[in-house]
């Protein structure tokens, strides 16, 4: 293959944005990428619809061991810029909660809207192909593919987390990283369901499918959003938010009754409604089969006595209870099925500004790969965007 000015490493999001970009800008541009097509996790992004943005990016919306690496990129490329491109290739969007915009149609959208960009801007991108050995060599990079050698001025590293191996998510940028000195925060599954094992999952497996809304904190993150019971534990928005935050041995909270004061809607219920039993108070409240299900596993001793029996100290405990449900998951589902991967490259090592590496010149890395991380909800496409942007704009 001939010489080229960048190879980008990893055709996913932050890889294609990065190299239609450098590529309008006159440069010549490869894209390496190991699986056999490009933008797989784009296509099962947001449930088929991606995802693509949030209208309200804050860096404080990030995890990193640097909270504010991110400032930057994302100062220089917000929303409105990738709206802007949307718009201009007649993807049709809407808002669905909390700022979050999804395609009408699909996802395959947003992937083809970022190949006639690299088509445009003449970057060649090459499929099937991964890179079997990378050397920093004549002031430049050569690099040895299944295609054969390739050389470039400017490496970036676009490899993406660990989360869903079978999409082709791979090590290969945290090794490349490691190989050139540089330092990786400890990786683990973010935006994962949570899981439970023994008897708390026994007593919990028949509420599989049910979804109310909590508020789930760990230190302190909080997110007031829908939880999920599965068969495996729990999910949904709240639960996959908080995973990010949670490490097994960490206090996780859950409220039930997110926004009400639980002692005093008991107590209105003994005072309204004295003869009704502790299980038809919570229905008014709870779903009723998780009602039920608080009632047999946490509130035996109650069940089946008029409210008007139970005392203060009684109502006081099942409130606390309700407000602070004692439930300690005993791990996540891992990266078989999580959004994304906390941690990877060390942000001291690498410039906020163009995302290039301050221990080898003309390396750079974007995207997930670096230890930069979004909440739920658009934030990490926002990420790929505006650091893909960040680094094109540098080479
Ligand atoms: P990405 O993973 O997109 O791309 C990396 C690319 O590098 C892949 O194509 C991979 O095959 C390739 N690669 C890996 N190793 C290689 C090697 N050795 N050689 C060559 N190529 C290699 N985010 C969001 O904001 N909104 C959403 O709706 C969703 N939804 C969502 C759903 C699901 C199921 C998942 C798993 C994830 C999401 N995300 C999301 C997260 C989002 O997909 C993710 O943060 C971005 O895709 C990260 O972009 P990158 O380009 O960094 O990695």
């Known amino acids: 293959m001939d010489d080229f000015d960048v190879v980008v490493i990893g055709g996913g999001a932050a890889g294609l944005f990065c190299a239609a970009t450098a590529g309008a800008r006159g440069l010549r541009v490869l894209v390496l990428e190991h699986a056999n097509k490009v933008g797989k996790k784009i296509l099962m992004s947001g449930g088929g619809r991606c995802n693509f943005t949030n209208l309200d990016v ?24 990738f709206i802007a491109l949307v718009d201009k290739h007649g993807i049709a969007w809407h808002e669905k909660e909390l700022g979050q915009l999804f395609c009408d149609d699909s996802s395959k959208l947003i992937v083809r809207m970022l190949l006639a960009e690299c088509e445009a801007a003449n970057v060649r991108i090459e499929t ?12 430049g990079f050569a690099l040895n593919t299944k295609l ?7 490496l970036v590293v676009a490899t993406g987390g660990l989360s869903i191996p079978s999409m082709g998510a791979s090590g290969f940028g945290f090794d490349l990283a490691r190989q050139f000195g540089h330092r ?8 994962v369901p949570l899981t439970l094992s023994g008897k708390p999952l026994e007593a919990h497996q028949d509420l599989s499918g049910l979804s109310l809304a909590v508020e789930a904190s760990c230190g302190n993150a909080s997110f007031n959003n829908q939880m999920l019971f599965t068969h495996r534990g729990l999910s949904g928005p709240a639960m996959l938010q908080i995973s990010s935050y949670w490490e ?11 926004g009400d004061d639980a002692l005093a809607l008991l107590q209105a219920e003994r005072r309204d409604r004295p003869n009704i039993e502790l299980r038809t108070a919570l229905t008014a409240h709870l779903p009723k089969r998780l009602a039920q299900k608080l009632v047999e596993t946490l509130f035996p001793a109650f069940d089946g006595k008029p409210l008007r029996q139970l005392r203060e100290a009684d109502l006081a405990q099942i409130a606390a209870q309700l407000s602070d449900w004692p439930i300690t998951p005993n791990g996540t589902e891992g ?18 500004s163009t995302m290039e590496s301050k221990l080898q010149p003309g390396l750079h890395f974007i995207g997930e790969v670096v230890d930069v991380t979004g909440w739920l909800g658009g934030y990490n496409f926002q990420w790929a965007w505006a650091s893909g942007k960040a680094a094109a704009q540098a080479l």
């Open 184 to 191: 990786i925060k400890p990786t683990r599954a973010g935006l």
């Open 148 to 154: 054969g050698p390739v050389r470039c001025a400017r």
């Open 128 to 139: 099937e192909t991964p890179v079997l050995r990378v050397q920093h060599r004549d002031g």
């Open 248 to 258: 097994p041995g960490k206090p996780l909270r859950i409220d039930l009754l997110p």
């Open 58 to 81: 804050r860096p404080d919306r990030y995890l990193s061991a640097n909270p504010h690496f991110c400032k930057s990129a994302l100062a220089r490329y917000k929303p409105e810029a």
């Open 335 to 352: 990266y078989r099925t999580a959004e994304v991967t906390l941690g990877g490259v060390d942000t001291d090592e690498l410039s906020s």
